[in-house]
């Protein structure tokens, strides 16, 4: 993590250079604003990072002779058989349509995107009290 910090910040401070620089040459206040503001975003990362570098163990990322493998481990549980993303990517297409072609049609887009979230929510949950 402490790379990734040192990147983010010397990221911020280009980008703080280029805001500088845009700025004065162009005279253009939305692209400045929009530069210094991501100045403050790649900051803020840039300090999080790097002050949670301080506070974890090194990471296989920090050492020089680390292998590839040494950073594997764990990524979590994927339903393998899972319907709900196809149903949360169908709702939410049909939502961006709708801004697309007129409001309206987000009443269509609102329930799919809500059972495909419920479903994927309680894929896996079978109640307390269940009886055989």
């Known amino acids: 993590m402490k790379i990734q910090g040192r990147m ?3 990221l911020a401070v280009f980008i703080l250079a280029m805001a500088i620089v845009y700025g004065v040459w162009s005279k253009e206040p939305v ?5 210094f503001l991501a100045f403050g975003l790649s ?20 050492n020089k002779e680390a292998d590839v ?19 949360l990517a169908i709702g939410g297409a049909l939502a961006f349509l709708g801004i697309i072609f007129g409001w309206w049609l987000l009443y269509f887009s609102l329930p799919v995107i809500l059972v ?10 079978h109640g307390v009290n269940r009886t055989q």
């Not at 900051?43 to 920090?62: C, H, K, N, S």
């Open 8 to 10: 983010f910040i010397w």
């Open 31 to 35: 692209g400045t604003t929009a530069l």
């Open 43 to 62: 900051i803020m990362i840039g300090y999080y990072l790097a002050f949670t570098a301080r506070r974890v163990d090194t990471g296989a990322q920090d």
């Open 69 to 87: 493998a040494d950073d594997a481990g764990e990524l979590g549980f994927f339903s393998p058989h899972s319907w709900q993303p196809l149903s």
């Open 116 to 125: 495909g979230l419920f479903g994927w929510v309680f894929e896996y949950y």
